[in-house]
């Protein structure tokens, strides 16, 4: 009984740093839960390439800016101009400063953690990949599900997050793992694929497989902060009109 109290007091004390330090959204997995959902068992994507002995992975979400999302053309405007530099100098930043310090944080209560980088910056191939995915430590952490554009659709702002992982000997209560299922959440929706500006996307419907062209993606992505795969999903734009309408019968904005 002490050991299940310790994880669950383990738990909300990271929460509650966590929340003190800007994270809009937190998820824990147990280690051993996640290489099993995706039959990990070594390499880079495998928590004891971290840490020896690896117990909980947690995944921090900063949420993007709903008006950046809306106003997304898949074109090169002001918007995707924006949204370049709102990801890379506040939202990866901003990820990478708050993994950093709970890491520290978790060090002062005499447990390790590795705190993986928000970014993806290894360029091979004319695309960039990185060691480790922060999508599939939030599905095994229970915070969304992946779309059929591959994107993780969480279920607290849908896809206008972006997201980062610590991994910890530190061992903490875990959450009910997310169906890995692409899709699982769109039903017949296809908005995301239909839109892709240069075709990159497609949904294998009877595999449950997303199907990129990640060179065709990431070449325009340079040219262009595209992300209409996440602004237009309408998922995310629901949860964003439900946050507005909270607030005006509130009281709590109005319009002019």
């Known amino acids: ?5 310790r994880r669950i007091e ?24 996640y290489n099993h959902i995706f039959s990990i068992t070594e390499g880079s ?22 008006s950046i999302m809306d106003n997304l053309t898949g074109t090169k405007d002001p918007h995707s ?32 953690a590795y705190p993986i980088q928000a970014r993806s910056e290894i360029r ?26 591959s994107i993780i659709i969480t279920k607290k702002f849908g896809t206008r997050v972006r997201l980062t992982t610590i991994i910890t000997d530190m061992d903490m209560e875990a959450d009910e793992p997310a169906d890995k299922t692409p899709g699982k959440v769109c039903g017949n929706c296809r908005i995301c694929i239909d839109a892709c500006p240069v075709n990159a996307l ?20 340079d040219y262009c902060q595209c992300a209409l795969c996440q602004g237009l999903c309408p998922i995310g ?20």
């Open 124 to 149: 091979e191939n004319g695309y960039l990949w990185s060691y480790f995915s922060h999508k599939k430590a939030a599905i095994a952490a229970g915070l969304g599900h992946a779309g059929k554009s």
């Open 202 to 221: 497609e949904f294998d419907e009877a595999g449950k497989k997303t199907l990129i062209d990640p060179v065709k993606c990431q070449t325009y992505m």
């Open 81 to 112: 101009h924006n949204l370049k530099n709102y990801l890379l100098h506040y939202a990866y930043d901003k990820l990478d400063e708050i993994a950093a310090s709970a890491s520290k944080y978790i060090e002062g209560s005499g447990y390790d």
């Open 45 to 66: 994507e495998h928590p004891d390439y971290y840490i020896k002995g690896a117990k909980t992975l947690i995944v921090i979400g900063v949420k993007i800016a709903d």
């Open 10 to 33: 383990n738990r909300r004390m990271i929460e509650e740093y966590l929340k003190s330090l800007g994270a809009d959204m937190a998820g824990f997995a147990s280690a051993q839960s």
């Open 237 to 256: 734009r629901r949860i964003a009109q439900k946050r507005r309408n909270l607030l005006i019968n509130r009281g709590e904005c109005f319009k002019i």
């Open 1 to 5: 009984m002490a050991g299940i109290d």
